[in-house]
Nanobody, 120 residues
Framework: QVRLVESGGGLVQAGGSLRLSCTASGSIFSINAMGWYRQAPGEQRELVTLIISGGRPNYADSVKGRFTISRDNAKNTVYLQMNSLKPEDTAVYYC??????????????WGQGTQVTVSS
């Protein structure tokens, strides 16, 4: 089983910054992609950013230039640096990871979600 643990959410004023982190643990052979999604109240979950091994990060248009995803492969950890936060960034943020388990079976795992609230 692959487990994701997130941290770093909270309450911040508009224009402020937050950094989220997500660490994967368990029977992991390899991780192919790590990313962040978010879901605001009454809205569908949407992709914020995704980084695929060996590729460049993709960002939603709404966060380009403000959010940066990075990955520490040695720690199986992905980070989301969020700058210039806006009230519309308020949502529960979920980490998502895809890869292969130790037995080479594929997995997709989700974190428990962390609340980000941006006040105006």
């Amino acid at each position: 089983q692959v487990r994701l643990v997130e941290s770093g959410g909270g309450l911040v004023q508009a224009g402020g910054s937050l950094r989220l982190s997500c660490t994967a643990s368990g029977s992991i052979f390899s991780i192919n992609a790590m990313g962040w999604y978010r879901q605001a109240p009454g809205e569908q979950r949407e992709l914020v950013t995704l980084i695929i091994s060996g590729g460049r990060p993709n960002y939603a248009d709404s966060v380009k230039g403000r959010f940066t995803i990075s990955r520490d492969n040695a720690k199986n950890t992905v980070y989301l640096q969020m700058n210039s936060l806006k009230p519309e960034d308020t949502a529960v943020y979920y980490c998502n990871t895809r890869g292969l388990r130790s037995d080479y079976s594929p997995f997709t795992s989700w974190g428990q979600g962390t609340q980000v609230t941006v006040s105006s």
